[in-house]
């Protein structure tokens, strides 16, 4: 999970997030991936990139061509 924050903001968003984008994506390790983007507040708050399977190893993120769009929300 990656913070996000405003330059200059001096308050810290807290509260219900709300979902802006929910994906699903490939690592270039081959890894299978979900990848959520949420706000609080009306601003962009968290970027939250998991594996479907427990990783015990690191990865990196998933490659642009790899994100289609979840279908569950």
Known sequence: TIDLGIDGATERTVGISLVLA???GQTPEGIKVGV???ARQGK???LEVY???DEDKSFSLPTM???TKDEQL
């Open 44 to 46: 962009l708050s968290e």
């Open 65 to 67: 061509e790899s994100l």
């Open 51 to 53: 594996s479907f399977r």
């Open 36 to 38: 959520t983007l949420h």
């Open 22 to 24: 929910d994906f699903n």
